[in-house]
């Protein structure tokens, strides 16, 4: 069957290649032009009429330095919109998003909701090129919501017809996209919205080539009677709107090939020798190579072997040179069958072994462009990170600076009034009123000290459970979306179980997946939300004895504490119990907590292989550091109790308020 793919405004007549002496004559009449705007309207239009062809792109560098000189947010961003489009065009996806996004970003500036669509529309597709269906798909949603909300804004003619353009390229990119990942109900919904959108353009052209697409999509579901018959209405508006030849040859093909599924021999090859004729007169090599191929598919099934080998072998060496996998996959295939009917085997045993490693070849490809298109996530969501990381930290050192001029501030209008008061007063009474002001100093700076600590714990607990909450509802969705799609892909080729690969992969996702989960929950246990800390040092525990670990916990008379202090003595154990599992060794892990008088006792025992707390003071360990500052946070004690090789003990008392 042909490949569904994504279509152009087609019309019935095509364009003739330009030359060096046009570019130059248009460039060098652009002060013809009333504003700055219109001459890069006409260099970006220019530009995509003639297909972003390899010297459009004198078009668009004119677009830009004009842009640039004038600083508008407009041209450059419609400019840099044309440099993503060239590049997607020219097969680098990588330039094409990286320009896209500086569209977008000077889009959003301006608010155009129209060009913010086509911009997205566009990174869809490259997404799609790359292999990320899904990311592609996320992404002409995104546009197509965009799209949506121009409903309710009054338009000039010109941006009417951009927008309705625009959903007729939107809706027939997501049903190719659903198509890929077999939502064939989905597919047909965006082809049929595709179809009344080309209609309300009145572009029978390209109404035609999405009834096509429809048409092929039907057959490949089975449904052939419907697949024909929309297919035959395809081609009858092909011929009404004057489509070339070419359009009119891929009709006949496909029609052929639902005849062939049909059963329909003869009708068969009737078409599919329709489409060599025209195929041969236009000199198009894809559309000989693949009526070739599916001749000889068809003289094999007829048992006319001889005619199928000399079919077949003409379109292998045209899927040999224009390096095209999916024709040589085929014309292998029909070659192995043919011989092997003939019986020569040599020759058969040949093409067999061909088809399998171009076969596995095309198989690994797809592997590696779904790791990498994992890893391209991961070093997005690694660069978001380390920038927010960043951000963070300049706003805690701006904050510590803004906190020490104040405290400054005040302590230096302390003294003046120190030094003022010293001068009317006698110096017992002098002596007094400065320890009485010291005692004020201390007071407010201990004050500004725990206002500033419990902030930056509330941002920290706060931007925990936002990424908590990303890592679980965006990342864990995603990733179990790919399970879902992995298992199908499995449940479709029964090999695939036996690919050591597929089995590797299958359980790096299964991995991946329990990872999120367990990152999410450390970050932000429900528990602690729900059943205060006692039930989230409980949770916890339970996660323990999950992992082979013979945890124990115990709670008396634990008293209701302040929320802050109650993350701080949950972090304060989360620490711990993480030193015990990273260092310790232990198989037992002893925790208990409980209330007396006025204080809160936190004992937590294991017995792994414990340490030289002296020695290990001395090397600065960050474990130790972190979990010592958080108990003087809470103005508590801790006591360790520790020997290499006789497991720890540690004693932590803190105060109830």
Same mark, same amino acid.
């Given at each position: 069957?042909?490949?569904?793919?994504?279509?152009?405004?087609?019309?019935?007549?095509?364009?003739?290649?330009?030359?060096?002496?046009?570019?130059?004559?248009?460039?060098?009449?652009? !002060? %013809?032009?009333?504003?700055?705007? &219109?001459?890069? @309207? =006409?260099?970006t239009r220019l530009a995509g009429e003639n297909r972003y062809t390899p010297l459009t792109r004198e078009f668009i560098d004119k677009s830009i330095e004009i842009s640039k000189i004038v600083g508008e947010p407009k041209h450059l961003a419609h400019s840099y919109y044309s440099l993503g489009n060239y590049y997607y065009f020219n097969s680098k996806?990588?330039?094409?998003?990286?320009?896209?996004?500086?569209?977008?970003?000077?889009?959003?500036?301006?608010?155009?909701?129209?060009?913010?669509?086509?911009?997205?529309?566009?990174?869809?597709?490259?997404?799609?090129?790359?292999?990320?269906?899904?990311?592609?798909?996320?992404?002409?949603?995104?546009?197509?919501?965009?799209?949506?909300?121009? !409903? %309710?804004?009054?338009?000039?003619? &010109?941006?009417? @017809? =951009?927008?309705?353009?625009?959903?007729l390229v939107l809706n027939n990119s997501l049903a190719n996209l659903y198509n890929k990942t077999e939502d064939y109900e989905k597919a047909i919904e965006y082809y049929e919205g595709a179809y009344k959108a080309a209609l309300n353009l009145g572009s029978k052209g390209n109404a035609a080539v999405i009834l096509s697409n429809k048409g092929n999509l039907f057959i490949k579901m089975n449904r052939l009677e419907e697949g024909l018959a929309i297919l035959k209405q395809g081609k009858a508006m092909k011929l009404e709107s004057g489509m070339p030849e070419r359009f009119i040859a891929s009709s006949d093909l496909n029609i052929g090939i639902a005849h062939f599924e049909m059963g329909n021999y003869d009708k068969a090859l009737e078409s599919y020798e329709k489409s060599l004729v025209v195929s041969e007169t236009n000199k198009s090599q894809r559309g000989i190579m693949e009526a070739y191929t599916n001749k000889g598919i068809l003289f094999n099934a007829y048992g006319r072997h001889d005619e199928a080998l000399q079919n077949c072998r003409d379109a292998k060496v045209i899927a040999l040179k224009t390096n095209d996998s999916e024709y040589l996959i085929k014309t292998c295939d029909c070659l192995y069958q043919a011989h092997n009917a003939l019986g020569n085997y040599e020759e058969s045993l040949q093409n067999h072994e061909l088809y399998t490693k171009v076969r596995d070849s095309v198989f690994n490809e797809k592997n590696i462009r779904k790791i990498t298109q994992i890893e391209m996530q991961y070093g997005f969501d690694k660069k978001e990170a380390e920038q927010q990381l960043i951000i963070d930290k300049k706003n805690r050192q701006k904050n510590q600076i803004l906190i020490g001029l104040i405290a400054l501030g005040v302590f230096a209008l302390t003294l003046f009034m120190f030094f003022r008061k010293r001068l009317k007063y006698q110096k017992t009474?002098?002596?007094?009123?400065?320890?009485?002001?010291?005692?004020k100093i201390t007071d407010l700076q201990q004050k500004n000290k725990l206002t500033a600590m419990s902030s930056m714990i509330e941002g920290q607990e706060a931007e925990r459970l936002r990424i908590a909450k990303d890592l679980h509802d965006s990342l864990g969705g995603l990733l179990s979306t790919v399970k879902a799609h992995f298992g199908s892909i499995q449940k479709e080729c029964d090999q695939l179980e036996q690919v050591p690969i597929v089995q590797k992969t299958n359980g790096l996702i299964d991995e991946a997946c329990i990872e999120v989960r367990r990152i999410s929950h450390n970050m932000m246990p429900h528990a602690l939300t729900i059943s205060g800390l006692e039930g989230a040092i409980q949770d916890m525990v339970d996660n323990l004895n999950d992992q082979k670990y013979d945890a124990t916990f115990e709670a008396n008379n634990l008293p209701k504490m302040e929320t802050t202090r109650e993350v701080m003595v949950y972090r304060l154990v989360q620490e711990i119990i993480s030193n015990i599992r990273k260092h310790a060794k232990a198989t037992s892990i002893f925790i208990q907590i409980f209330g007396h008088k006025q204080e809160i006792n936190l004992i937590i025992e294991d017995d792994g292989v414990g340490f030289d707390y002296q020695k290990a003071q001395l090397e600065r360990g960050l474990g130790l550091k972190s979990i010592n500052s958080r108990v003087a946070f809470l103005d508590g004690n801790i006591e360790w109790d520790t020997q290499p090789k006789r497991g720890t003990n540690i004693n932590i008392t803190i105060p109830k308020q």
């Amino acid at each position: 069957m042909a490949t569904l793919c994504c279509i152009p405004l087609v019309s019935g007549q095509g364009k003739k290649p330009i030359n060096k002496r046009y570019i130059d004559s248009v460039i060098s009449t652009l !002060d %013809t032009a009333k504003t700055n705007f &219109d001459k890069v @309207r =006409k260099l970006t239009r220019l530009a995509g009429e003639n297909r972003y062809t390899p010297l459009t792109r004198e078009f668009i560098d004119k677009s830009i330095e004009i842009s640039k000189i004038v600083g508008e947010p407009k041209h450059l961003a419609h400019s840099y919109y044309s440099l993503g489009n060239y590049y997607y065009f020219n097969s680098k996806l990588d330039s094409c998003l990286s320009n896209l996004d500086k569209a977008y970003l000077l889009s959003e500036e301006i608010n155009e909701p129209l060009l913010q669509s086509s911009i997205l529309s566009t990174k869809g597709g490259a997404y799609s090129k790359l292999g990320a269906v899904i990311l592609a798909i996320s992404t002409q949603m995104e546009a197509k919501h965009l799209l949506d909300k121009m !409903d %309710t804004l009054v338009l000039r003619e &010109d941006q009417i @017809r =951009k927008y309705k353009g625009q959903n007729l390229v939107l809706n027939n990119s997501l049903a190719n996209l659903y198509n890929k990942t077999e939502d064939y109900e989905k597919a047909i919904e965006y082809y049929e919205g595709a179809y009344k959108a080309a209609l309300n353009l009145g572009s029978k052209g390209n109404a035609a080539v999405i009834l096509s697409n429809k048409g092929n999509l039907f057959i490949k579901m089975n449904r052939l009677e419907e697949g024909l018959a929309i297919l035959k209405q395809g081609k009858a508006m092909k011929l009404e709107s004057g489509m070339p030849e070419r359009f009119i040859a891929s009709s006949d093909l496909n029609i052929g090939i639902a005849h062939f599924e049909m059963g329909n021999y003869d009708k068969a090859l009737e078409s599919y020798e329709k489409s060599l004729v025209v195929s041969e007169t236009n000199k198009s090599q894809r559309g000989i190579m693949e009526a070739y191929t599916n001749k000889g598919i068809l003289f094999n099934a007829y048992g006319r072997h001889d005619e199928a080998l000399q079919n077949c072998r003409d379109a292998k060496v045209i899927a040999l040179k224009t390096n095209d996998s999916e024709y040589l996959i085929k014309t292998c295939d029909c070659l192995y069958q043919a011989h092997n009917a003939l019986g020569n085997y040599e020759e058969s045993l040949q093409n067999h072994e061909l088809y399998t490693k171009v076969r596995d070849s095309v198989f690994n490809e797809k592997n590696i462009r779904k790791i990498t298109q994992i890893e391209m996530q991961y070093g997005f969501d690694k660069k978001e990170a380390e920038q927010q990381l960043i951000i963070d930290k300049k706003n805690r050192q701006k904050n510590q600076i803004l906190i020490g001029l104040i405290a400054l501030g005040v302590f230096a209008l302390t003294l003046f009034m120190f030094f003022r008061k010293r001068l009317k007063y006698q110096k017992t009474i002098a002596g007094q009123e400065r320890k009485l002001q010291q005692q004020k100093i201390t007071d407010l700076q201990q004050k500004n000290k725990l206002t500033a600590m419990s902030s930056m714990i509330e941002g920290q607990e706060a931007e925990r459970l936002r990424i908590a909450k990303d890592l679980h509802d965006s990342l864990g969705g995603l990733l179990s979306t790919v399970k879902a799609h992995f298992g199908s892909i499995q449940k479709e080729c029964d090999q695939l179980e036996q690919v050591p690969i597929v089995q590797k992969t299958n359980g790096l996702i299964d991995e991946a997946c329990i990872e999120v989960r367990r990152i999410s929950h450390n970050m932000m246990p429900h528990a602690l939300t729900i059943s205060g800390l006692e039930g989230a040092i409980q949770d916890m525990v339970d996660n323990l004895n999950d992992q082979k670990y013979d945890a124990t916990f115990e709670a008396n008379n634990l008293p209701k504490m302040e929320t802050t202090r109650e993350v701080m003595v949950y972090r304060l154990v989360q620490e711990i119990i993480s030193n015990i599992r990273k260092h310790a060794k232990a198989t037992s892990i002893f925790i208990q907590i409980f209330g007396h008088k006025q204080e809160i006792n936190l004992i937590i025992e294991d017995d792994g292989v414990g340490f030289d707390y002296q020695k290990a003071q001395l090397e600065r360990g960050l474990g130790l550091k972190s979990i010592n500052s958080r108990v003087a946070f809470l103005d508590g004690n801790i006591e360790w109790d520790t020997q290499p090789k006789r497991g720890t003990n540690i004693n932590i008392t803190i105060p109830k308020q």
